[in-house]
């Protein structure tokens, strides 16, 4: 059976989520499961990459991982593919495992799957296609590695208990490689919980009318607490709220407790990023809007009307202990 990795990425805490979901799937792919983590931070991110299956860890402690865009992440992983010979990579579907598993395509010639749901051989996968409509199992061929990309929280992170051996990652980039260095970077300022690991997600879409509505949307999230609000692509490209707060295909992918839905028709691009959410509540004016189709608890009404009273009773209550 052949080695499954799984490029993990590193954040300010040590892995992202995404690199202990990928390796539970890992060790139902394979005995022999290794993860790539490279930037700082890294060699200290294998104790808990081991927990949740990597029997290595790849570890490239090099400044260059976080300055260089994409190139030096992918030259090393290419290096590492041509002295270890692994059968699958899984990539988390985030800007950083697109861009590094895209570059490394183009250098190995593997096969690249984007966008998978699932993977259930080391040469079959599961994806979605025509808007998600449709669930498909494809064979993975061409030449080993395969290069996955897997959508976030497919699958549901499990530690296994194990502990990793410790393989340090030397960069040496070309001389003559022309780099994409990060001269800037913008930490967003941050209140309440992230939209993907919030437990109550309330959205909004082109139903809210205006930007100024909004307030309304962060007032609920903050009198129900561990809340975060979502939107909808509509309200996205309109620039009303940033690209992060996106839900769907193009955007991220939800799953709470609690998804409230206001002024969102529940267009499919939208519906595949939150229909995974355990309850779907919905207020829309028009009662055939699709939404309610998936809806637990459908409102037919105005957002604009419902949301002071809705505010307004939840504070009473929290209040009211
Ligand atoms: C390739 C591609 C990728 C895409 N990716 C995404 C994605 O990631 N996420 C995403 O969200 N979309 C995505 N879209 C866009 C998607 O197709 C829809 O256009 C979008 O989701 C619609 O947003 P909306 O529900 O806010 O707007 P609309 O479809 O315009 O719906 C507004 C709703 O508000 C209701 N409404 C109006 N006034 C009120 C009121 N006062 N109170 C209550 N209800 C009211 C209306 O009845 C209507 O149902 C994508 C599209 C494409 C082609």
């Not at 860890?57 to 976080?66: K, N, Q």
Request: hydrophobic share 45%.
């Amino acid at each position: 059976m052949g080695a499954v990795w799984v490029y993990a990425e590193l954040g300010p805490d040590g892995p992202l989520p995404s690199a202990l979901e990928l390796l539970t799937k890992a060790r139902a792919l394979s005995d022999e499961v290794a993860a790539v983590a490279l930037g700082p931070g890294a060699g200290a991110a294998a104790e808990t990459l081991g927990e949740y299956g990597a029997g290595t860890v790849y570890a490239g402690e090099d400044p260059a991982f976080a300055e260089v865009v994409g190139q030096a992440a992918a030259h090393a992983l290419a290096g590492l593919v041509v002295e270890h010979h692994p059968s699958l990579i899984l990539f988390p579907s985030s800007q950083e495992g697109r861009d590094v598993a895209g570059r490394l395509q183009a250098a190995l010639g593997s096969t690249l799957l984007s966008n998978a749901t699932d993977v259930v051989a080391l040469d079959r996968a599961v994806t979605q296609i025509f808007g998600d409509t449709q669930i498909v199992e494809v064979a993975l061929e061409g030449p080993e590695p395969r290069l996955v990309l897997m959508r976030p929280k497919v699958v549901a992170a499990e530690p296994s208990g194990g502990r990793a051996a410790v393989r340090p990652v030397e960069l040496a980039l070309p001389a003559d490689l022309p780099l994409a260095r990060r001269v800037e970077r913008h930490a967003e300022a941050a209140s309440g919980p992230k939209l993907e690991e919030a437990r109550v997600v309330v959205s909004g879409g082109r139903g809210m009318q205006d930007p100024s509505n909004l307030a309304l949307l962060d007032r609920l999230a903050k009198a129900i607490g561990n809340a975060a609000v979502g939107a909808t692509r509509a309200i996205v490209d309109a620039g009303w709220v940033p690209y992060h707060y996106q839900v769907g295909q193009t955007g991220k992918t939800v799953k709470p407790d609690v998804y409230l839905a206001f002024g969102i028709s529940g267009a499919t691009q939208h519906v595949v990023g939150m229909k995974g959410s355990k309850r779907i509540v919905a207020v829309n004016k028009d009662p055939d809007a699709p939404i309610f189709s998936l809806a637990d608890l459908g409102v037919v009404g105005d957002a604009l009307a419902i949301l002071p009273k809705l505010i307004e009773e939840v504070e009473r209550r929290k209040s009211a202990g």
